[in-house]
């Protein structure tokens, strides 16, 4: 009963290539989250999305952007990928506060994660 | 500044002893959260315990709040090789759906 999942566990990529991370959830969250993972620093909050077609930028958006037209779906595109881009990223959703009904899954601000997809580039 | 800050960054015990885990954060919070990572997946939600709440418990843990001292902390009993993973706790401050993760600590049960 996977429910986050994303496009891809490991991705190889070369230097300048454009990256696309796809992230999709079947909990009709409105909230989805793009984070970095890496050694030493933790979770590190990319872009998130608060509903369809709507983006804010998290701590470390430079060298990123996100893509959001379905509320199911949530990207994460490296418009051209370089090496200190290569880490775990992580995608997650969570339902929006207040909105919690009879049947959704999650507690407000629980946060649902993918498996990750660990990004290598060369 | 970093939210949320584990300690110890890395605990390594023996099957049936008690594991603690500390979070200090700077900030107000509506309310504080626990998630477990097994070594290259993504986290698991443990547990969530609110600002104005003090203790919680689910199953083997438990997990205390002091907002007068900003800190958390997670105790998991009688300890399994199972329960080696890193763990995380995450504060949402006062507006937004938006969490801060610590950096984690490393626990590691010896069977």
């Known amino acids: 009963d996977v429910k986050v999942t994303q496009s891809s566990r490991y991705l190889v990529k070369r230097t300048g290539e454009k990256v696309f991370l796809e992230c999709v959830q079947d909990?009709?969250?409105?909230?989805m989250f793009w984070y970095r993972q890496d050694p030493g620093l933790g979770l590190r909050l990319i872009y998130f999305?608060?509903?369809?077609?709507?983006?804010e930028k998290g701590d470390i958006p430079e060298g990123y952007s996100v893509s959001r037209e379905k509320k199911e779906r949530f990207s994460l595109i490296l418009e051209s990928a370089s090496t200190n881009q290569t880490s775990m990223y992580l995608c997650a959703s969570s339902l929006r506060g207040g909105l919690r009904a009879s049947g959704r899954i999650g507690s407000y601000n629980e946060q649902f994660f993918g498996p990750g997809t660990r990004l290598t580039v060369l | 500044s970093q939210q949320g800050e584990e300690d110890p960054q890395a605990l390594s015990i023996q099957e049936g002893e008690n594991a603690t885990m500390n979070c200090s954060y700077k900030?107000?919070?509506?309310?504080l959260q626990w998630y477990r990572q097994n070594s290259g997946r993504g986290l698991v939600h443990l547990i969530l315990i609110r600002s104005n709440e003090r203790e919680k418990h689910s199953g083997r843990l438990r997990v205390t709040l002091d907002t007068s001292k900003k800190s958390s902390s997670l105790l998991i009993t009688a300890s399994r090789a199972a329960d080696t993973a890193s763990y995380f706790c995450?504060?949402?401050?006062?507006?937004?759906?938006?969490?801060?993760f610590g950096e984690g600590t490393q626990l590691t049960v010896n069977p």
């Open positions: 999305s608060y509903d369809v077609k709507m983006k």
């Open positions: 909990m009709d969250h409105e909230n």
């Open positions: 900030t107000s919070i509506n309310n």
């Open positions: 995450a504060t949402d401050g006062l507006s937004g759906s938006r969490l801060t």
